[in-house]
């Protein structure tokens, strides 16, 4: 006989860019809504790409040069001084040194990874936003995307980075079917059906996995 007590499943798709700082934000908040929930709930996170500056250099740019000239000074400093603040109440420090660029192949490595699990791919986009937010590494950096790749147990991430056409085109293909018709990030849907976007607090993603919950059960 089947259980009504069965935990039901929540599925979050995530369309997020490697160098978007509410992205990280969001992420931290979504997991201490799962946190809050796991005992009602089973959950999937599956990642997406965007690209915030799809013209950044591959080489780098210093991040602190790069959104001085994309926002101006007034608006850079106000913005540094409000993540820094944001990313210390999640007890981390924002690090805007080093090199910002180009986003592809950390997209290819992470749509990579969510064919060996989402789990481990939730692992690796975690890697990735602490290297780049809290530690000062280039995201474009081959050997930061590589030792993120053997900690968290991504086979085949050297072959892939080595080809630069390898995966390009199903990372333009979940560009175009999870995140073509939105303007920013991060963004979620919930179940293929509850939006989201921006770094929400844990409360809102929990009303939106019980509206959810109430779907799958009528």
């Given at each position: 006989?089947?259980s009504?007590?069965?935990k ?26 799962i ?9 999937e ?42 990313f ?45 937010f ?22 085949g ?33 919930i ?28």
């Amino acid at each position: 006989m089947a259980s009504n007590t069965a935990k039901k499943l929540i599925q979050i798709d995530v369309s997020s860019d490697t160098v978007c700082p509410w992205c990280f934000v969001g992420k931290k908040n979504l997991e201490k809504a799962i946190e809050q929930t796991k005992d009602k709930f089973d959950f999937e996170v599956r990642w997406h790409p965007f690209f915030l500056n799809p013209d950044a250099p591959k080489e780098g740019i210093k991040k602190s040069d790069f959104y001085r000239m994309k926002f101006g000074p007034i608006q850079f400093e106000h913005a540094t001084a409000r993540m820094t603040e944001i990313f210390r109440g999640l007890g981390m420090e924002y690090d805007m040194s080093g090199l910002t660029g180009n986003t592809m192949d950390s997209h290819r490595l992470i749509t990579l990874a969510g064919h060996q699990g989402f789990d481990k791919q939730n692992a690796l986009v975690e890697e990735l936003f602490q290297s780049y937010f809290c530690q000062g590494k280039f995201i474009g950096d081959w050997q930061v995307l590589l030792d993120a790749a053997r900690k968290v147990g991504i086979e085949g991430a050297e072959e892939l980075l080595q080809d630069s056409n390898k995966g390009v085109d199903e990372v333009k293909e979940e560009l175009n079917k999870y995140s073509s018709t939105i303007s920013g990030v991060p963004y979620y849907v919930i179940n293929g059906k509850y939006q989201l976007s921006g770094g929400q607090p844990p409360n809102t993603f929990i009303r939106a996995f019980e509206a959810a919950a109430e779907d799958l059960a009528q």
